[in-house]
């Protein structure tokens, strides 16, 4: 495995309890000596960037002459929220802080690999399916907690009695195909992208790639719309009350 500068630094620092954290949670990496990857390291990077971000813009906030991180912040939190209120409608704002979060991810994530030394982790398809399914069970969970089990239940039945069984078969499988399509969208866009991206690089250094990364950057700011979007409508449509 051909390990980033930082994902060496981690593995330098935190090998040991890494791996015996996989051990216990029966994980067997493939390079023992070296089992942070490339992908997770970038995660981590990632995070921590955030946070800093976060902690920044917290300790300088300012009415009167707010900063341009403050101004980005806020200029994210509207979009969001706009998006939010026009597809959930009524009590969106609780769900704003995980889609805001998850969206910054998203986009951090993509757009990382950008910086010479790093990669997208959004280019493995672990990180898209670990967002896809946080995302799944947090649509479902406020589901349960806005109509209560047994109304939640009834999202899968449909509007007419004698068809529910095979109604429910079909959202049954329809809920499983949206990780897989959240996934699988996100992946996909990410990875050929870079690819594509490295193909014109070694073939054309100078200036035809240039072109490319502006549009990576067009793929990573749509496919992260695109995910904030359809956990919108999948948090409007468990979240919706029956007339």
């Not at 982790?121 to 406020?142: D, I, N, Q, R």
């Not at 907690?145 to 069984?165: C, D, E, S």
């Not at 996909?188 to 594509?196: D, I, K, L, P």
């Not at 695109?226 to 919706?240: H, I, R």
Request: glycine share 8%; proline share 6%.
């Amino acid at each position: 495995m051909e390990q980033l500068w930082f994902t060496a630094l981690l593995n330098r620092l935190l090998s040991g309890p890494a791996l015996s954290l996989l051990m216990a949670l029966g994980i067997h990496p493939r390079h023992p000596e070296a089992p942070i990857t490339n992908t997770v390291s970038m995660q981590i990077l990632v995070a921590l960037l955030l946070t800093l971000s976060f902690v920044i813009v917290r300790s300088r906030l300012s009415v009167d002459r707010p900063g341009g991180l403050q101004h980005m912040f806020e200029l994210v939190e509207g979009f969001v929220g706009n998006l939010g209120h026009e597809i959930i409608g009524h009590d969106s704002e609780r769900y704003l802080p995980y889609l805001i979060t998850l969206g910054l991810f998203i986009l951090s994530c993509n757009l990382i690999g950008l910086i010479p030394g790093f990669e997208s982790p959004t280019g493995s398809p672990v990180v898209p399916l670990g967002c896809a399914a946080v995302t799944w069970c947090y649509y479902h969970f406020h589901g349960i907690r806005t109509n209560g089990p047994i109304g939640y239940l009834k999202h899968f039945m449909g509007p007419v009695a004698w068809l529910a069984p095979g109604m429910f078969i079909i959202e049954i499988f329809s809920h499983l195909a949206r990780l897989l399509s959240l996934t699988v969208r996100l992946y996909a866009n990410m990875f050929a992208g870079e690819q594509v991206t490295l193909v014109f690089f070694s073939l054309i250094p100078i200036a035809a790639p240039l072109a490319f990364e502006g549009l990576h950057i067009f793929v990573a700011f749509i496919q992260t719309y695109v995910f904030v979007l359809l956990a919108c409508v999948y948090l409007g449509e468990a979240t919706a009350h029956d007339h």
